[in-house]
């Protein structure tokens, strides 16, 4: 075996599949490390992802293969995948695949990718003797959030976020407050600059901040406006509540994910209780609150911020099921 290939993304048992594809090329080697490859499916269909996402998905996948197994020969690639059916997105994935590859192990939430559809765009390629299998690993477990690697780039816009941020609240003129205001912001940097920033912060970081100066009076007009709608509720007598279960589109990235889905907890009437796939399971207390996430505004507001497509794009007309 020349190479081992381990196919993932971005749901699922990350860790758990890579610590499985990393097991198997080490048990497999004999005289010299087998190289392992991670292909992350890029494109269309249900588990491609946006080119952002899957740059961020090989940041982590590194950074797991790093602790599991440090200085073991890893590499992270992106594959192209298209088509209108899945035998064709499968074919496209086949076609990443390197020659001389033996054995490909798919992590086991990747639906679309499934080994039987795999095998045959394989077949119809002339490619024989390849084994492909699911990644038997168990239920997920939870763990602690993973650091990723920490950079120049992080370290300083870390430092001088917090030190800003502490300056604007004292005074910046007294040497004391600039003195403890370092002392604060390193201390803030060395414990958090790993989870800060996904990526370097760049142009594109400044973008969205700016977008979400313009996001924080849109979300707090929402608040208020939920909170005026919730208390005209409870003071009615009839306590007119239809709670419900609504799906949301989510963005594909974790940052407008997780924004998203606190935006739309803080919003009273609406909790959000899980993630599914690319959507967001919400509890609705009133008809209201159901018609105003089904409409998207919040959702698309959120991808405003992160720069990702809209996510109710791809969606049906209502943009989520009841």
């Not at 588990?47 to 590194?62: I, N, S």
């Not at 009133?286 to 998207?296: F, I, K």
Request: hydrophobic letters at 50%; glycine letters at 8%.
């Amino acid at each position: 075996m020349t190479e081992l290939v381990g196919v993932v993304g971005d749901r699922g048992r990350l860790r758990d599949t890579v610590q499985y594809v990393l097991q198997e090329a080490r048990e497999a080697a004999q005289y010299e490390p087998i190289p392992v490859r991670f292909l992350i499916p890029v494109g269309s269909g249900h588990d491609g992802l946006p080119r952002p996402a899957a740059e961020a998905l090989a940041t982590r996948v590194e950074t797991v293969a790093d602790a599991e197994a440090p200085g073991y020969p890893v590499v992270t690639a992106f594959a192209p995948v298209s088509g209108a059916d899945a035998d064709a997105r499968a074919a496209s994935l086949v076609d990443a695949v390197p020659e001389g590859v033996a054995r490909i192990v798919l992590m086991p939430e990747l639906a679309e990718f499934d080994p039987v559809v795999v095998e045959g765009a394989l077949a119809r390629r002339a490619r024989e003797g390849v084994s492909i299998e699911r990644a038997p690993v168990g239920r997920r477990i939870v763990r602690p959030p993973l650091a990723l690697p920490r950079t120049t780039g992080k370290v300083l816009a870390t430092f001088g976020l917090s030190l800003a941020f502490y300056l604007s609240l004292g005074d910046p003129t007294s040497a004391f407050d600039v003195a403890t205001g370092v002392l604060s912001a390193g201390v803030v940097t060395a414990v958090l600059s790993r989870i800060v920033f996904e990526d370097d912060p760049s142009v594109r970081t400044l973008a969205s901040a700016l977008r979400a100066g313009l996001f924080l009076p849109y979300l707090l007009y929402a608040v208020a406006r939920a909170n005026v709608a919730m208390a005209a509720v409870v003071l009615d007598p009839r306590l007119p509540i239809d709670p419900s279960v609504v799906r949301v589109p989510a963005p594909a990235g974790r940052i407008g994910r997780a924004l998203l889905a606190n935006s739309i907890t803080l919003t009273p009437g609406t909790l959000t209780v899980d993630v599914v796939d690319d959507e967001l399971v919400v509890h609705a207390l009133t008809r209201g609150s159901s018609d105003a996430l089904e409409a998207g505004r919040l959702a698309r507001a959120v991808s405003f911020v992160v720069g990702e497509p809209t996510p109710s794009a791809d969606a049906p007309p209502d943009g989520a099921s009841r």
